[in-house]
């Protein structure tokens, strides 16, 4: 009997491919109708960064999704770019292109398999239920070839699940480990519930500090699905401009982006909008996942105490409480989260460099960084907020 020929194919726009045909690989577990794992595989996310130009021509992130076909039936994906840069990946290389670079190579391009501008975990080798050996081995080695065919530098894939990442490192692919602080609900029924896990002298911070942010002078609101309206987006592209501007030089996503994702995607995304008189003054934009609020981006056009801690933070938990969700996933870097609830989270990359001494450097390195990694997790683990067991306290 004949074996079935998996076909591998790369596309350079979405609109090749269906989009019921690329969420079943993406997100099988919405076709209840439910909410998918995460968004940002999803075809609806996809194309609203190539629809509206945030990714694409002049951006950097030029599309290269990959594609696996058993008997022309698409059983796997994967949303592979090639890069000219490492900006909007936020597991970052730069010192690897650096060293690449002043020893004579040339780093760039090289592809990415990733969700673009977004550090949040997920799957990142799509594969149709029952083939997932198969199609996740076949996209492995698919992407491996297509570079080194194309003789690119190297091929990055971010912010994959820990299951991923010891597929691939079994495939012969370099793991790392990186960090990030994410809020875990332990079956928490009200945001004072949370309160009372934690030390009374971290209690008693959190408190003031919402207790200040409200200082601002207005009410804080949560607009969700229907609730969101066009006029929302024009305030936040205000906030969003500045942040980007002072983080990244210029923001990742154009305006054109929140208009899509406000016609696609408005049951995907809680908007958290601090107003006064009604018109907002400051804002945070969160993804909603199965099981996970993924806090997002995040600004403002007046300064008050606090109210970036309330909006991003707090709100994020008084929301994953409210929707019983297990976890807020809150975005790259930031040690200031540990005294806020959210303890540090290993998260996992995977890595194939071209040049073998190269590589074997690289090696080197990832395993030094690993247990650094490790002993910091540990270290800022027991400096957390929450109250140690057998110890007991005055209230």
Known sequence: MKQAQ???????????LDAAEWDACAC????????????????????????????????GWQPQYLTARRDGVLIACAPMYAKSHSQGEYIFDHNWAHAYEQAGG??????????????????????????????????????VQLAADNRVSSLHVTFCTEDEAQMGA????????????????????????FLGALSSRKRKTIRKERAQALGFGG???????????????????TFYQ????????SPYLSRAFFDIAHDTMADDMVLILAERDGIPV??????????????????????????????????????????????????????????RGYLPTQTHSLHWVGDPGFADAIARYLEAERGAIEEEIEILTDYGPFRKPHVEEQQ
């Open 106 to 143: 040339r780093y760039y391009p090289k592809l990415q398999i990733a969700a673009p501008f977004t550090p949040a975990t997920g799957r990142r080798f799509l594969v149709k239920p029952e083939f997932e050996g198969l199609g996740q081995s076949a996209l492995v080695q698919g992407a």
């Open 242 to 249: 500045d942040t980007g501007a002072r983080k990244w030089g």
């Open 28 to 59: 099988p577990e919405a076709a209840d109708g439910g909410a998918p794992l995460d968004p940002f595989t999803t075809h609806r996310f996809l194309a609203a960064l190539e629809d509206s130009g945030s990714v694409g021509r002049g951006t």
């Open 6 to 16: 998996i076909e591998i194919e790369v596309l350079g726009a979405l609109s090749q």
């Open 170 to 193: 079994e495939m012969g692919l370099m793991a790392r480990v990186t960090q990030q602080f994410h809020w875990l609900n332990d079956g928490y029924r009200s945001f004072d519930d």
């Open 219 to 237: 009410e804080i609101r949560a607009y969700h699905g229907s609730d969101l309206r066009p006029e929302h987006w024009d305030a936040f592209w």
């Open 282 to 339: 400051a804002g945070a934009l969160n993804f909603l996942g199965r099981e996970t609020l993924y806090g997002r981006y995040w600004g403002c056009r007046e300064h008050h105490p606090c109210l970036h801690f309330e909006l991003c933070y707090y709100q994020a938990i008084e929301q994953a409480i409210l929707r019983g969700l297990s976890r807020v996933e809150a975005g790259a870097q930031g040690e200031h989260k540990l005294a």
